[in-house]
């Protein structure tokens, strides 16, 4: 296994309880991650846009879909157009399992998209497979130059 990259994970997430579910999901992994938070689709893309982010970009984007203002559609379409923010997996978890909203989140390039679970101990595990397959098994781009 590669050792999982260091880079942060940032959450567009609005709801509190969901991103405590992620932290825990997070410390149950033994990852050790550090979270960056946006509750609106405008932050994440402030935080993406901010030159520091631009060196120290997150491993990882996790979007909910249904948020205030810019949702996490709109979000993901502006990240995949950006052309400085190439590689960085954007990962999907949503209420919504409607296939409309699921076939647009790929066309848009998302990496994979989740449906969040109702009970709370299912969606931990969720989340726990969630970051130890994209955090503890997959090769980030920072990391391939080092495998060569």
Same mark, same amino acid.
């Given at each position: 296994?590669?050792?999982?990259?260091?880079?942060?994970?940032l959450?567009?997430?609005?709801?509190?309880?969901?991103?405590?579910?992620?932290?825990e999901?997070g %410390?149950?992994?033994n990852?050790?991650?550090?979270?960056?938070r946006?509750?609106?689709?405008?932050?994440?893309? &402030?935080?993406?846009?901010?030159?520091?982010?631009?060196?120290?970009?997150?491993?990882?984007?996790m979007?909910?879909?249904?948020t =205030?203002?810019?949702?996490? %559609?709109?979000?993901? &379409? *502006?990240?995949? =157009?950006?052309?400085?923010?190439p590689?960085?997996p954007?990962?999907?978890? /949503?209420?919504?399992?409607?296939?409309?909203?699921v =076939?647009y989140?790929?066309?848009n390039?998302?990496s994979?998209?989740?449906?969040?679970? *109702?009970?709370?101990?299912?969606?931990?595990?969720?989340?726990?497979?969630?970051? =130890?397959y994209? %955090?503890?098994?997959?090769?980030?781009?920072? &990391?391939?130059? /080092?495998?060569?």
């Amino acid at each position: 296994m590669t050792a999982p990259s260091a880079a942060p994970v940032l959450v567009l997430e609005d709801s509190d309880e969901d991103f405590d579910t992620l932290v825990e999901a997070g %410390r149950h992994t033994n990852l050790h991650r550090e979270f960056q938070r946006a509750t609106t689709g405008d932050e994440c893309l &402030a935080r993406l846009q901010a030159k520091q982010a631009k060196c120290l970009g997150p491993g990882i984007i996790m979007l909910d879909l249904n948020t =205030s203002g810019m949702d996490g %559609r709109e979000t993901l &379409a *502006v990240i995949r =157009s950006d052309n400085e923010l190439p590689g960085i997996p954007v990962v999907v978890l /949503s209420t919504s399992a409607n296939p409309r909203d699921v =076939s647009y989140c790929y066309a848009n390039g998302a990496s994979a998209y989740h449906v969040k679970r *109702v009970r709370y101990e299912q969606h931990l595990q969720l989340l726990r497979d969630i970051l =130890s397959y994209w %955090r503890g098994h997959v090769v980030p781009p920072e &990391a391939a130059e /080092s495998l060569a």
